[in-house]
């Protein structure tokens, strides 16, 4: 992992991952509708899917405020892992996307399906899409709600880079940001990297930041 890959991790990491924290827009309304709903589901196992810094880990901490589930990393799980899901009345497996045992993933669906678990698993592409060996785990990634987090809209790039720059004191005019909204790639990882250069440069310059420091942050003549 480059290093500002790892800065841009932790900063993911020390979000707070209350409700009232995660700002709903129509990028990701539908994922939260249902974490909202639950546990009024139609299945009980639902994927969401979504690049990366979405807010995936945001609405897992949400669902798990709701349901008291166990949150693990999919690369996490082990033999026992899987001891301690059991005592856990529902379950959530963030970054399913890599270094993942794929006989006890199954076993783990088997598990939420025979004692009638809540399973919310959260990854970069849709589980469905996924090229497991198992045939009966292709069944079973198959079977299950599906929500997508889109591309970031205007109105959550916006309140992404308000509260952000509000968290770290960064003051900035409105008509600054909306500037910023026009001319940034509609990407949250790009956003996320823009954010922590401009902190970078607010803490080495130690002023205000102004229309060009956000030019040359953006590349922009």
Partial sequence: ?????????????????????????????????????WPKWEKKILNIFGEKFSGKTHLANIFKSKTSALLINASKIDEEIFKKIKLFENIIIDDFEKNYDEKLIYSIFNLADQDNKYMLINSLIPINEIEFKLPDMISRSKNCLSAKIESPDDDLIFAIILKNFSDRQIKIEKKIIEFIINRIDRSYSKIYEFIYKVDELSLKKKKPINLKTIKEILSIE
């Fill in 1 to 37: 992992m480059s290093e500002l890959n790892q800065l841009l991790f932790e900063l993911d990491h020390k979000k707070n991952f209350n409700e009232h924290d995660f700002y709903v827009s129509k990028s990701n309304f539908y994922a939260y509708n249902i974490i909202d709903k």
